[in-house]
């Protein structure tokens, strides 16, 4: 007997059981989405590698260690995309949606990364992302949080905390970086070896480590925020008038930077203390010179980004649940002869009552066995089509204690639009 095969490990099945909550779930984002006036837009899963390269940075874990590359048959070295700006920015490059435009956009779908498999941390994620281009205020900054916090309110969750920073402009991190490397290597005795990697590639990423041996080196580091222009300090300011006019609790965390090499000014994560040491389900900030490194008409940027797997998991630890929608109707045909007329009646149903779950019985078996599955689908009431009533259809209530009753049939769809 052949060897059974298993999914790749990182890789899940979404199994039927837990295709609800998913749904559920995508179907509050759409709204979400269109109650703010954003477009979707779908991207390719696979990209040239390069995109990531020139915009994620070299530098970085996700380039260094996280994405799946390969060579296809001519040669063209191709990833499969590790996170969803880089597409979205290439496209909009593109197509010349950008130039000049201001676009609200946002996406949905499948994300690849080697990590270590955990708990909210997949080989295979979904993400959201949500884009915005063209504006270069701090009002559309805080439209992007006030987004993310409107989510949580509807999807039930509480306890999560914004924490917000700001990287200024290219400038200033220019004179920042003199000031951090110069303090960096004083203290190379205490560097770790990505961080001494680092240090003179991306020294900011370094603030980014995540080693506990390295807590007090990095929390006595000098202070980004004393190393700012001056437009910088305005946009930063005018996001928190604007998120302390919106009614949203913030904590400034001068260490959060991001992973990621084309974050500019407003940076930003949701966190939460309920998933470990995993505990972002939310980040994003603004990327102003991303358009302009990846060929396009320089555009001010702006988005963040969900793990949905992540999100998800939230929500099962802290016992927020979505409620499956049950079967409202099981349609029986009592016997083989009945079929033709029930798969007519269920179709007419349909048709009259769209927003009805109907579940036709298939597949015969004895009453006692039909009645079995009908009971644990989970419907409201049964309905029986059997020649021995040829003009009426049988009702019975599952989750009622009523008697049996008849109606015509073709008054069935008037009953039940008054049920």
Same mark, same amino acid.
């Given at each position: 007997m052949?060897k ?6 990182g890789m899940?099945d979404v199994?039927p ?5 998913w ?5 509050i984002i759409?709204?979400l989405?269109t109650a703010?006036a954003y477009?979707e837009?779908?991207t ?5 590698t390069?995109l ?7 530098v970085?874990?996700i380039v260094?260690?996280?994405m ?7 040669g063209?070295l191709?990833t499969?995309?590790p996170?969803? =700006?880089?597409s ?6 593109q197509?010349?949606?950008?130039h000049?435009q201001?676009?609200?956009?946002w996406?949905m779908?499948p ?12 080989? #295979?994620?979904?993400q959201?992302g949500?884009e915005t281009f063209?504006i270069a205020?701090?009002?559309?900054d805080?439209?992007l949080?006030i ?9 039930g969750?509480k306890?999560l905390r914004?924490?917000?920073n =700001?990287l200024?402009?290219a400038?200033?991190r220019?004179r920042y970086?003199?000031v951090?490397?110069?303090y960096?290597?004083?203290h ?11 240090v003179?590639?991306?020294p900011?990423?370094v603030?980014d480590s ?8 990095i929390?006595?580091a000098?202070?980004?925020h004393?190393?700012?222009d ?6 930063? +300011?005018?996001l928190?008038v604007y998120?302390d006019a919106?009614g949203?609790?913030?904590i400034i ?5 991001r ?7 407003t ?5 939460t203390?309920?998933?470990?040491a995993?505990g972002t389900?939310c980040a994003?900030?603004r ?5 302009? &490194?990846?060929?396009?008409k320089?555009?001010p940027?702006?988005?963040?980004a969900i ?15 979505f409620q ?5 109707i099981?349609l029986?045909?009592?016997a083989s002869?009945?079929i +033709?007329?029930?798969?007519k009646l269920?179709?007419?149903l349909?048709?009259a009552?769209?927003?009805l779950?109907?579940q036709?019985?298939c597949g015969?078996g004895?009453?006692k066995? &039909?009645m079995?599955?009908?009971d644990k ?8 089509v ?7 259809v049988?009702?019975k ?5 009523r008697?049996q009753q008849?109606?015509? #049939?073709?008054a069935?769809?008037?009953f039940?639009?008054?049920k």
């Open positions: 052949a059974s095969l298993k999914s790749i490990r899940h199994l059981e837990d295709s609800p909550r749904q559920a779930f995508e179907a759409r709204r989405m703010y477009s837009i779908r390719p899963i696979v990209e040239s390069d990531f390269c020139r915009s994620i940075g070299e970085t874990d260094e260690k996280e799946y590359t390969f060579e296809d048959r001519n063209d191709l499969l995309r996170e969803g =700006t880089a979205c920015v290439r496209s909009g490059i197509h010349g949606i950008l000049n201001i676009r609200r956009l996406y779908g994300m690849f990364r080697h990590e270590r498999p955990q708990k909210g941390r997949y080989r #295979q994620f979904q959201l949500v063209g205020d701090a009002d559309v805080a439209e949080i987004i993310s916090a409107r989510l949580w309110r509807e999807l969750l306890d914004l924490e917000l =700001t200024g402009s400038e200033s220019a970086r003199e951090l490397v110069e960096l290597e004083t190379r005795d205490q560097l770790d070896e990505d961080s001494l990697r680092r003179y590639k991306n900011l990423r603030l995540k080693n506990p041996e390295m807590a007090g080196l929390s006595n000098p202070d980004l004393d190393y700012l001056e437009e910088s300090v305005e946009h930063f +300011e005018n928190k998120l919106a949203i609790d913030y965390n001068p260490r959060l930077v992973g990621l090499d084309y974050y500019c000014k940076v930003f994560e949701w966190v203390d309920s998933l470990g995993q389900v994003g900030g990327y102003d010179g991303l358009v302009e &490194q990846l060929g396009g320089a555009s940027a702006a988005g963040f793990g949905m797997e992540r999100l998800l998991a939230l929500m099962e630890e802290t016992g927020v649940a499956e929608t049950p079967i409202d099981y029986l045909p009592r002869s009945d +033709e007329r029930g798969l269920a179709e007419s349909r048709d009552l769209p927003e779950k109907i036709m019985h015969g004895s009453n066995s &039909q079995k599955k009908a689908s989970g419907a409201e009431m049964v309905l029986f059997s020649d021995e009533e040829p003009d009426r049988a009702i209530y599952l989750r009622e204690d008697e008849f109606v015509d #049939q073709d069935v769809v008037s039940l639009q008054k």
